[in-house]
Structure formats: structure tokens, C-alpha cells
């Protein structure tokens, strides 16, 4: 259990908080205003920022919602607010519900923070944070959509909070219900305020400097989840076809060498795919002697007879998946593979005397492709339906452990980039972690410059952040300042 400190005001909020009405007395204003000095820096106070209508309550009606949060200091010290905000709404009977939201008066003035990727899926990380404790929460996908209604399937996960969607809904984009445990309101608390606090540049004193750290790390693993060979066996032993995506160096092809060395005891083959690989290639070919040739699927089936196989086939993007398979695809059906009513298909000439093929319950199909490849081979809808997909994002941790303290500095420098200015279809282009590896900063640093920099000049090329690609020339420019100060020169 933590332990609780006489001073920590988010501790008091949280009592307050988490009651519902009637609020403490006095109101939750000085509590609010605790948080500046206390938690935040005082440089950070501004009196507008408060509110505190705990007092509306009191009064008669439906149109009267009663709330306490901060807003943006621009706005003024009592009525309508703009900007995004961090408020709470007691009721009498079920607590209180937490939320991030817009102002009644628009987006404005903080379009920069909720026009932002990078906020929007910060939020989406501090759902998923809330929901692996427990805790209820709902996340809108475009916090600048005012006036877009809470769904009603979510409504119905927040029995007794009906009035307070039917009147604010519109313009909340973010909500939990408050526990109604003190310890456990607290938890909630601290992730929407620090999160609140990050976004609007409120630097925390030092007391408090790493909870504060500690959610911002939790939500960005989020962004960036871990992907063990363990996971991708337990996958590929229950659906049978998987295909591992995700950008550049982020050692796919690795992970499939690591499954087939650690999982399958070795048993397995690689096949790297290619524009001109063809259906005569994977399935069955003519060699003009014997009249058949075996193919890659042909060898593997065989192979799987004397025990578990696993047939990697590399960079699928590459190749036209559905030229490639043709009726073969039929078999690829994770649940009816193996046994007597195993689903077969004829092949186009004999081979060996074999006159059709059915995969056996001991074969295992791991692809991989990069999801930088934006060309028209990429998987359709028939091959997505039968694969498993699994996202292999870079991995910072593999950088820590593997390189000079420069490339963690450098990693973050573009992933900040591409995760606060990146359009969710351009995310995937981040490098993966394989572009820092170095045993030495020279190493890194020649890295930097024939790898990184080449790579960064080339998304700028291509316009790929869009109207926020100034974000990434600044980044590149930095790499560039940090190579020409070590003495080399991009």
C-alpha cells in the first residue's frame, strides 16, 4: 500500500473527490489552488484557472451540472470556458466522474493540444492504463469533435452519470468513474491531472518529478508495446498463420529466426519473397524434364510430416500474395487444418504421384512485412481474415540495453516527432530500433549519418508529417549539429 503523505493535496483532492456531493466545506477551491506550490510549480498559478462550482449543486433544475477542474488561464474567472480542461462532477448518489474536455465556448485557445496526435493518443494510452486497474474509462477518437454525443453502449457502462452526458457529453473526449476508495480515486486523479499538467507545460517541483515521470513512461510503452517471441509462439500455436508488421529495423525478420531456433528446435526455412516470385514458386512449377516441380509450400508440408515446422516467409510485401497463393488460399483456414476433413485442393499437375494437398496440423506459417511498404501487394481483405496480425513497434528498451547513451537521446528525439505530429497512417514509418544499435558512439554516430539522416531527408522528401514535417526538419537539423560536433559531417 503506498503510503500516504500529510503533504500531498491530491490525497485531499481525491477524499473530496471521490464522496460526490455534498462537497467538504469551504468548497474544493483552496485544495485546487494547493496544487500550484504544492504539486506544480507556483510560477504556474493563475486564479482563472480554477473553478469550482460545487456551490451550483444547491441549486434547482437539470440545467445545473455542478464541477470543479482547471481550465485554460486565458479564460475568464467565472462562465463559459474554451480550451480543453481537466474536471470532475460530483453527484449525490454515485460519486463523481473525472474528465478531460473541451470548453463550451470551442476548441480555441487551445487548438495546438487537442489538434495534436500526440494528445490524442496519450489519452488513448491513459484508457488503457486505467482499464489494466480496473478502472472504468472512455476515450473519444477525435477530442476536437464538439458536439459528437457519448454512445449510448458507453452510457450504459456509467450508470448514474446519465444527466451529466445528456447535458456535457458533447464536449468531453475523455472520462473515468472515480472509486470510491480514497487510495484508488488518487490513482485516477494523479494520471489525469499529470497528464493535464504535461500537456499544459506545468513542470511538477521535485518531490512529486517522478510519479509524474512514471505515468508518462507507462502511457508511452503503451504506444510502443514490448513483442516476445514467447507471445508470437503462443499466437502462432492457436492460429496457426501470423504476419508480423512493422517498420523498418525493428528485427522481424530476427524474431522469426528466434521462434524457429528456440520454439521449433530449429525446424524450419526461410523464404524471402520477391515482385517476380510466383504461384510456380510457392506451390508447384514445371522443371520441362519431369513435367512437376515442388514448391516452397510442397517442401514445407513434407517437412512438417516428421514433426513441427515453421515456414517463415519474409517480406510478403513484396510479392502479389494473391498471385502468389492462388487456390492454395482455401487452405489457409486456422480451423480446419489437419485431421480427415482437412480442407484439400487439387494441384494443376502431379508431383511425385500427389494429386492434391492439405496442410498438416504440424505446420506453422510466420510472415513478415514492413509497414513502410505502402504499394498495391499489400494483404488483402481474403488474406487478413485468415492470418493473425501482430504489430513489432521499435523497441526503446532494446536500445538502452544495446547502445551508447547518445542513441536513447536520439531515439527520443524522433519518436517525440512522429508521435505528437504523425498521422496514425504515417506512424508506422517511425525507424525501428535496429537504426541506433552501435557497440561505440563513433559507431552510432556513422549510423547517424549514412543511415538516420539519408532515411529522415527522404520522409521530408516525401512530405510524409505533412504540415508538421518542420517538427522532423528540426530533428534532422539537430542530428546533423550533433554528427558535425563529434567531428564528422552528414
Known amino acids: 500500500m503506498r503510503t500516504v503523505r500529510h503533504d500531498d493535496v491530491l ?107 500526440g494528445h490524442r493518443r496519450r489519452v488513448a494510452s491513459l484508457r488503457r492504463y486505467l482499464a489494466r486497474r480496473g478502472i472504468e474509462a472512455w476515450t473519444k477518437p477525435d477530442p476536437t469533435a ?126 524471402q519473397l520477391h515482385p517476380s516470385f510466383t504461384y510456380e514458386d510457392f506451390v508447384v512449377g514445371s522443371d520441362g524434364a519431369t513435367g512437376a516441380q515442388r514448391g516452397v509450400l510442397l517442401k514445407a508440408i513434407e517437412a512438417a510430416a516428421r514433426g513441427p515446422f515453421l515456414l517463415h516467409l519474409d517480406e510478403i510485401g513484396r510479392a502479389d500474395l494473391s498471385q502468389v497463393l492462388g487456390e492454395a488460399i482455401y487452405l489457409f483456414e486456422p480451423a480446419e487444418v489437419g485431421g480427415p476433413h482437412a480442407r484439400r485442393v487439387r494441384l494443376p499437375r502431379p508431383v511425385d504421384g500427389r494429386e492434391e494437398i492439405a496442410l498438416p496440423e504440424t505446420l506453422y506459417v510466420l510472415a513478415t512485412m514492413s509497414s513502410a511498404h505502402r504499394g498495391p ?55 525501428g530500433h535496429a537504426y541506433f544499435l552501435a557497440r561505440s558512439e563513433a559507431e552510432l554516430l556513422e549510423r547517424i549519418r549514412f543511415e538516420l539522416i539519408p532515411l529522415l531527408d527522404e520522409y521530408l522528401g516525401q512530405g510524409v508529417l505533412g504540415p508538421s514535417s518542420h517538427e522532423l526538419a528540426a530533428v534532422r537539423n539537430e542530428l546533423d549539429d550533433i554528427v558535425e560536433a563529434h567531428g564528422f559531417s552528414a
Open 11 to 117: 490525497d485531499q483532492l481525491a477524499a473530496a473527490a471521490c464522496r460526490g456531493l455534498p462537497g467538504p466545506d469551504g468548497g474544493v477551491r483552496p485544495l485546487l489552488e494547493k496544487l500550484f506550490g504544492s504539486r506544480y510549480n507556483r510560477r504556474h498559478f493563475t486564479p482563472t484557472a480554477i473553478r469550482d462550482a460545487y456551490a451550483l449543486a444547491s441549486a434547482s433544475g437539470d440545467e445545473v451540472i455542478p464541477f470543479a477542474g482547471l481550465v485554460h488561464p486565458d479564460n475568464p474567472a467565472i462562465g463559459l470556458h474554451g480550451g480543453t480542461s481537466v474536471v470532475w462532477f460530483p453527484t449525490a448518489d454515485h460519486g463523481s466522474l473525472i474528465a478531460f474536455a473541451a470548453g463550451g465556448k470551442g476548441v480555441a485557445p487551445d487548438e495546438a493540444i487537442l489538434g495534436r496526435p
Open 377 to 431: 501487394t499489400r494483404p488483402d481483405l481474403a488474406i487478413r481474415r485468415r492470418f493473425a496480425f501482430v504489430t513489432l513497434p521499435p523497441d526503446r528498451g532494446v536500445v538502452t540495453e544495446n547502445a551508447p547513451p547518445l542513441a536513447a537521446r536520439v531515439f527520443d528525439m524522433i519518436a517525440d516527432a512522429f508521435v505528437e505530429h504523425a498521422p496514425d497512417g504515417v506512424l508506422d514509418l517511425m525507424p
Open 146 to 271: 464538439l458536439g459528437v454525443a457519448v454512445p449510448k453502449v458507453v452510457e450504459r457502462r456509467f450508470p448514474g452519470f446519465e444527466r451529466i452526458f445528456q447535458r456535457v457529453g458533447g464536449v468531453m473526449y475523455c472520462c473515468a468513474r472515480l472509486p470510491r476508495d480514497p487510495e484508488s480515486a488518487r490513482f485516477v486523479l494523479q494520471a489525469f491531472f499529470d497528464l493535464y499538467a504535461f500537456e499544459r507545460g506545468y513542470q511538477p517541483v521535485k518531490a512529486w518529478e517522478p510519479e509524474q515521470a512514471s505515468l508518462l513512461a507507462a502511457l508511452r510503452g503503451d504506444l510502443f508495446p514490448r513483442v516476445t517471441a514467447s507471445e508470437v509462439d503462443s499466437l502462432l500455436r492457436k492460429r496457426r498463420f501470423v504476419i508480423l508488421e512493422g517498420p523498418p529495423g525493428t528485427g522481424k525478420s530476427r524474431l522469426a529466426e528466434e521462434l524457429r531456433r528456440a520454439h521449433f528446435g530449429g525446424r524450419g526455412m526461410t523464404v
